[in-house]
């Protein structure tokens, strides 16, 4: 009898399991359903799932009114090097914290994260006024800036919970062994780091790849990454859904990739220090 | 060489002081346990001594020279952690051979080194393994094999077989001392179970909240030691205390029998009880004795004893073998 119940209960798991995934990822799916429509198709109500007039006409629509590798190259440029430069502030800030921590330590970690819990568009006047004054209006210095600055506290934070997890005592025993604080980095802290700056990196770059609120603000032709690309879809002569959707599955394409990929390193990444 | 001598040395985290001025003379070549209870500042004198952590005040002489101002890694000495302290990513030969890396050693004699020190710990067939490959024992002995293949003036370690079962402890216990004495290394070691304490040390060092209670040989401990604390730590099972109008007739405010020191009686001569709890061990007979105002008593007969709970008997200390303690806890000397 048990062993009936233990069945079912996997069974059923099982396919509770399925249908929650299948949840949450169902408007991905139908974003990319829909990019296959006619426009007309994707407006139809009561909308058809599977047996529509399949094209790849939106597809092509996209890439000739617009400029798919430009705003891809600045998505890459953008969320790349907003990353590179937010790693290389926040490791040492990251290690200071996690190895020679102060009185004050908590409490400036706790103001970094404070500076996320108000809302971007609080400050969208102040950030935009100095943009136009200092002529970073759609450039990619400038949002490669706003966005390393604004990441910068949950890269520090992710870096800092990776760093305490490292026992003290490899580090000392590496002291004992003769390794100066240089060597200690390289031949000792940054090997069993690695995992942990890998899905740091990789987070950041995801984040920094779908940031939309300072993109769309800040940028118009230039500068502008993917994520203006799929806005521009979104028009006051009306909405194209089949043409959004097609740009959206184009921009999130690489990512997707990416994440698929490094799924491994990236639930490792989150889950970090919870499960051990 | 490897001589350590404290002289004053203190060490205060804040408010709170860990340890309160420590003279101690370690003789080159001598194993030294540490033995105290958990937060007796054991641990701290040790990382004191390492480097690891910079003293409140004092000295600490290696060789006759102060080094409370050197790094860790200028002292000479080797550490041996108790989480072991490997570099995971690192294999065995590796991890033995990271300091001497580090001192810029040629790449041929890093390897014969590397190689002999594996050796002495049958560590071979290993070297190319990555520590989370081996078991708790080899981990030890790889930790052990850092820490000799620099050839320090002292080794440090720290309760470094704490993590260990019973059985593999004994087994290591004797591995380290036999290793010690081959190498005729000072070797400074840490613990809180008094049994490793007497079976490894040339001389033992009783710590209690920051001070040194006592400083001597094993046997010197157990004969005579110095207070109320020492007699209590030292031997297991723990010493019998008694006070009152029984210690009294001692000219003392308090006693203390061992439970071997304890003869026992059917019928006779003594303090009368009752056997509250018989443990038969085969080679040693344990009995808890409830002797009415003089309290509970614990008595060890070597051999077997045919005694059960419930029995009446009679208890008489070896009159040689009564210590005798002043009101603030101290030893009398005849």
Same mark, same amino acid.
């Given at each position: 009898?048990?062993?009936?119940?233990?069945?079912?209960?996997?069974?059923?798991?099982?396919?509770?399991?399925?249908?929650?995934?299948?949840?949450?990822?169902?408007?991905?799916? $139908?974003?990319?359903?829909?990019?296959?429509?006619?426009?007309?198709?994707?407006?139809?109500?009561?909308?058809?799932?599977?047996?529509?007039?399949?094209?790849?006409?939106?597809?092509?629509?996209?890439?000739?009114?617009?400029?798919?590798?430009?705003?891809?190259?600045?998505?890459?440029?953008?969320?790349?090097?907003?990353?590179?430069?937010?790693?290389?502030?926040?490791?040492?800030?990251?290690?200071?914290?996690?190895?020679?921590?102060?009185?004050?330590?908590?409490?400036?970690?706790?103001?970094?994260?404070?500076?996320?819990?108000?809302?971007?568009?609080?400050?969208?006047?102040?950030?935009?006024?100095?943009?136009? +004054?200092?002529?970073?209006?759609?450039?990619?210095?400038?949002?490669?800036?706003?966005?390393?600055?604004?990441?910068?506290?949950?890269?520090? $934070?992710?870096?800092?919970?990776?760093?305490?997890?490292?026992?003290?005592?490899?580090?000392?025993?590496?002291?004992?062994?003769?390794?100066?604080?240089?060597?200690?980095?390289?031949?000792?802290?940054?090997?069993?780091?690695?995992?942990?700056?890998?899905?740091?990196?990789?987070?950041?770059?995801?984040?920094?790849?779908?940031?939309?609120?300072?993109?769309?603000?800040?940028?118009?032709?230039?500068?502008?990454?993917?994520?203006?690309?799929?806005?521009?879809?979104?028009?006051?002569?009306?909405?194209?859904?089949?043409?959004?959707?097609?740009?959206?599955?184009?921009?999130?394409?690489?990512?997707?990739?990416?994440? $698929?990929?490094?799924?491994?390193?990236?639930?490792?990444?989150?889950?970090?220090?919870?499960?051990? | 060489?490897?001589?350590?001598?404290?002289?004053?040395?203190?060490?205060?985290?804040?408010?709170?002081?860990?340890?309160?001025?420590?003279?101690?003379?370690?003789?080159?070549?001598?194993?030294?346990?540490?033995?105290?209870?958990?937060?007796?500042?054991?641990?701290?004198?040790?990382?004191?001594?390492?480097?690891?952590?910079?003293?409140?005040?004092?000295?600490?002489?290696?060789?006759?020279?102060?080094?409370?101002?050197?790094?860790?890694?200028?002292?000479?000495?080797?550490?041996?952690?108790?989480?072991?302290?490997?570099?995971?990513?690192?294999?065995?030969?590796?991890?033995?051979?990271?300091?001497?890396?580090?001192?810029?050693?040629?790449?041929?004699?890093?390897?014969?080194?590397?190689?002999?020190?594996?050796?002495?710990?049958?560590?071979?067939?290993?070297?190319?393994?990555?520590?989370?490959?081996?078991?708790?024992?080899?981990?030890?002995?790889?930790?052990?094999?850092?820490?000799?293949?620099?050839?320090?003036?002292?080794?440090?370690?720290?309760?470094?077989?704490?993590?260990?079962?019973?059985?593999?402890?004994?087994?290591?216990?004797?591995?380290?001392?036999?290793?010690?004495?081959?190498?005729?290394?000072?070797?400074?070691?840490?613990?809180? +179970?008094?049994?490793?304490?007497?079976?490894?040390?040339?001389?033992?060092?009783?710590?209690?909240?920051?001070?040194?209670?006592?400083?001597?040989?094993?046997?010197?401990?157990?004969?005579?030691?110095?207070?109320?604390?020492?007699?209590?730590?030292?031997?297991?099972?723990?010493?019998?205390?008694?006070?009152? +109008?029984?210690?009294?007739?001692?000219?003392?405010?308090?006693?203390?029998?061992?439970?071997?020191?304890?003869?026992?009686?059917?019928?006779?001569?003594? $303090?009368?009880?009752?056997?509250?709890?018989?443990?038969?061990?085969?080679?040693?007979?344990?009995?808890?004795?409830?002797?009415?105002?003089?309290?509970?008593?614990?008595?060890?007969?070597?051999?077997?004893?045919?005694?059960?709970?419930?029995?009446?008997?009679?208890?008489?200390?070896?009159?040689?073998?009564?210590?005798?303690?002043?009101? +603030?806890?101290?030893?009398?000397?005849?």
């Amino acid at each position: 009898m048990a062993r009936m119940v233990t069945i079912r209960r996997v069974v059923v798991s099982t396919a509770a399991a399925w249908l929650f995934g299948f949840l949450i990822f169902f408007p991905i799916l $139908w974003m990319i359903l829909t990019s296959f429509k006619t426009e007309l198709d994707a407006f139809a109500t009561p909308p058809s799932f599977l047996f529509f007039h399949w094209t790849t006409e939106n597809y092509a629509t996209v890439q000739e009114r617009s400029d798919y590798i430009h705003h891809a190259i600045n998505s890459i440029l953008i969320a790349g090097l907003s990353t590179l430069i937010a790693m290389l502030i926040a490791v040492p800030a990251a290690w200071s914290m996690a190895f020679a921590p102060t009185k004050r330590t908590k409490d400036i970690l706790l103001w970094m994260l404070s500076t996320k819990m108000m809302p971007p568009v609080g400050v969208l006047v102040p950030i935009y006024l100095i943009y136009r +004054d200092f002529g970073l209006l759609d450039s990619r210095a400038g949002l490669i800036f706003i966005l390393c600055l604004g990441n910068l506290p949950i890269v520090v $934070w992710m870096l800092f919970t990776y760093f305490k997890e490292i026992p003290k005592d490899i580090l000392e025993a590496a002291r004992m062994d003769g390794a100066t604080i240089g060597r200690e980095l390289i031949y000792v802290l940054t090997p069993m780091a690695i995992p942990g700056l890998a899905s740091t990196m990789l987070l950041n770059f995801i984040l920094a790849w779908n940031e939309a609120f300072w993109t769309l603000n800040l940028s118009t032709l230039e500068a502008a990454p993917l994520t203006v690309f799929i806005a521009s879809y979104s028009s006051p002569e009306g909405l194209f859904w089949a043409k959004l959707s097609a740009a959206s599955t184009l921009a999130i394409a690489p990512v997707l990739v990416l994440g $698929w990929f490094s799924q491994r390193q990236l639930v490792r990444g989150l889950t970090f220090g919870a499960v051990k | 060489m490897g001589q350590i001598s404290l002289q004053g040395v203190r060490k205060s985290f804040g408010p709170v002081n860990i340890i309160r001025g420590a003279d101690l003379d370690i003789e080159d070549g001598s194993f030294v346990v540490f033995v105290g209870p958990s937060g007796c500042g054991k641990t701290t004198l040790l990382r004191l001594i390492a480097g690891l952590e910079d003293v409140s005040g004092g000295k600490i002489l290696i060789d006759g020279k102060n080094v409370v101002d050197v790094p860790p890694a200028k002292r000479g000495l080797s550490m041996v952690f108790q989480s072991y302290a490997l570099y995971p990513h690192m294999s065995v030969r590796g991890n033995i051979a990271f300091g001497l890396k580090m001192a810029g050693l040629p790449r041929a004699e890093i390897d014969r080194k590397v190689e002999a020190a594996a050796a002495t710990l049958n560590l071979t067939p290993y070297l190319e393994r990555k520590p989370r490959e081996l078991s708790g024992g080899q981990r030890q002995r790889v930790a052990i094999g850092r820490a000799i293949v620099r050839e320090p003036k002292a080794f440090l370690f720290d309760e470094p077989l704490s993590n260990l079962d019973a059985a593999l402890r004994v087994q290591m216990r004797l591995e380290v001392t036999r290793l010690q004495k081959q190498l005729a290394t000072t070797a400074v070691y840490v613990t809180h +179970d008094q049994v490793e304490a007497m079976t490894m040390a040339d001389k033992i060092v009783v710590l209690n909240a920051g001070n040194i209670e006592q400083y001597g040989s094993p046997l010197e401990l157990y004969e005579r030691p110095a207070n109320v604390f020492v007699a209590g730590f030292i031997g297991s099972p723990k010493m019998n205390f008694i006070s009152g +109008d029984v210690a009294r007739q001692y000219n003392a405010a308090t006693i203390g029998v061992r439970p071997e020191h304890l003869r026992i009686d059917r019928d006779g001569q003594g $303090w009368p009880g009752t056997v509250t709890v018989a443990e038969h061990l085969g080679s040693d007979t344990f009995l808890y004795v409830d002797a009415g105002k003089i309290g509970t008593l614990t008595v060890r007969y070597v051999g077997e004893l045919d005694l059960a709970a419930g029995d009446p008997v009679s208890l008489s200390p070896d009159p040689a073998r009564v210590h005798r303690f002043t009101e +603030d806890g101290t030893s009398i000397r005849a």
